[in-house]
């Protein structure tokens, strides 16, 4: 679409150039041609299933991200909504069950592929919680229990400021036909530079409802100031692990 310029304004159709005005933008020229081709004409009913398929995955979206909400709400992140839609979209088209535009992303995580989706998928790329700790992180979905090996704090780039970390256990059982969920976590641990451990065991209650479970281990940086601790918001101060995905 073009504005057309000059004294003289034109309307019509000129070779294969449309001129015409509008209220708002005045005197505009497009290529010329209109209506739907035999292809074009397919178009509406696969944009009907495409929007009725994306605003299951934006109400699953919606339901997962509150879920988490302890989680993720400490720190904005405009790209997170984007990702997740993106995440939902490419699980619910695994579902194999149902057909086009009824497909959902509850079929779609049964599968392999759907359930190993959700599990690679990454809440706060800014601040991956393995790499942060230096350490490695095993999570036991029968014993509901995370153990953390081969730490050492001193191996904790710790932000400008920053005296002390918290980490924080969440169990999610998510039900993704019919949205239902229970979040249980773990009171924060809080450690300060001076630990020497090198490992860290932590524990959490299995939720009652069904589902499909997901583990998460957050992370958050303080700074403590006579007995009050004060959080650091930026990217790399705060953190959420998928530590695996149970169905």
């Known amino acids: 679409m073009a504005k057309q310029v000059g004294i003289i304004k034109l309307k019509g159709t000129i070779g294969d150039l449309n001129f ?16 739907f081709s035999k292809d074009q004409k397919k178009k509406p009913v696969r944009t009907m299933e495409n929007a009725s398929e994306f605003g299951r995955c934006s109400k699953t979206k919606k339901a997962f991200k509150m879920a988490l909400a302890p989680f993720l709400c400490v720190r904005k992140d405009g790209d ?90 969440g169990l999610l059982h998510f039900d993704f036909n019919s949205l239902e969920n229970q979040l249980k976590s773990s009171a924060p641990l809080y450690l300060d530079k001076s630990y020497s451990a090198n490992s860290i065991e932590m524990q959490v209650n299995l939720p009652d409802v069904a589902g499909t479970a997901i583990a998460v281990l957050g992370l958050k940086f303080y700074q403590e100031v006579q007995g009050t601790y004060y959080l650091f918001r930026s990217a790399n101060s705060v953190g959420v692990e998928n530590l695996g995905v149970e169905y």
């Open 20 to 35: 015409y005005k509008t209220k708002n933008a005045g005197p505009l020229a497009r290529k010329a041609g209109g209506g």
């Open 80 to 169: 997170l909504h984007g990702r997740m839609v993106q995440l939902f979209t490419r699980i619910k088209d695994q579902d194999r069950i149902n057909s086009r535009g009824m497909r959902g992303v509850g079929p779609g995580v049964e599968t392999p592929r759907g359930r190993q989706l959700l599990k690679d998928f990454e809440f706060t790329p800014s601040c991956n919680v393995m790499e942060t700790l230096a350490a490695s992180g095993n999570f036991d979905f029968t014993t509901r229990s995370l153990n953390i090996s081969n730490f050492d704090m001193r191996n904790v780039q710790f932000p400008t400021g920053a005296t002390h970390l918290a980490l924080t256990l």
